[in-house]
Nanobody, 123 residues
Framework: VQLQASGGGLVQAGGSLRLSCAAS????????MGWFRQAPGKEREFVAT????????YYSDSVKGRFSISRDNNRDTAYLQMDSLKPEDTAVYYC?????????????????WGQGTQVTVSS
């Protein structure tokens, strides 16, 4: 299984970015997808998760109302739309593919991970 994350970059506070995660190697539509992030000096934290069909989503409190996770099972791709970005959103963002189709906030329930994409938000 391979996950390729893209779309990161440098943006000013209040701006937007859209991350993509292209998957290959197994049936994409059978499994949950998640986004996590890790800021310098901090542990990796949960950002958002979406179930196998895309009808159920959950977000961390810190991004709720600003970020939106989605998926296109025809393109084997997951997305993270990030709006109203803040400097504290600066981190490496990782996409992950789960071990079953239900949502999960736990990193331990995602056996496959992408390489990460850097998001930097300037004040």
């Amino acid at each position: 299984v391979q996950l390729q994350a893209s779309g990161g970059g440098l943006v000013q506070a209040g701006g937007s970015l859209r991350l993509s995660c292209a998957a290959s190697g197994r049936t994409f539509s059978d499994y949950r997808m998640g986004w996590f992030r890790q800021a310098p000096g901090k542990e990796r934290e949960f950002v958002a998760t979406i179930n196998w069909v895309g009808g159920v989503t959950y977000y961390s409190d810190s991004v709720k109302g600003r970020f939106s996770i989605s998926r296109d099972n025809n393109r084997d791709t997951a997305y993270l739309q990030m709006d109203s970005l803040k400097p504290e959103d600066t981190a490496v963002y990782y996409c992950a593919s789960g071990s079953d189709g239900r949502t999960s906030r736990l990193a331990s329930e995602y056996p496959y991970w992408g390489q990460g994409t850097q998001v930097t938000v300037s004040s």
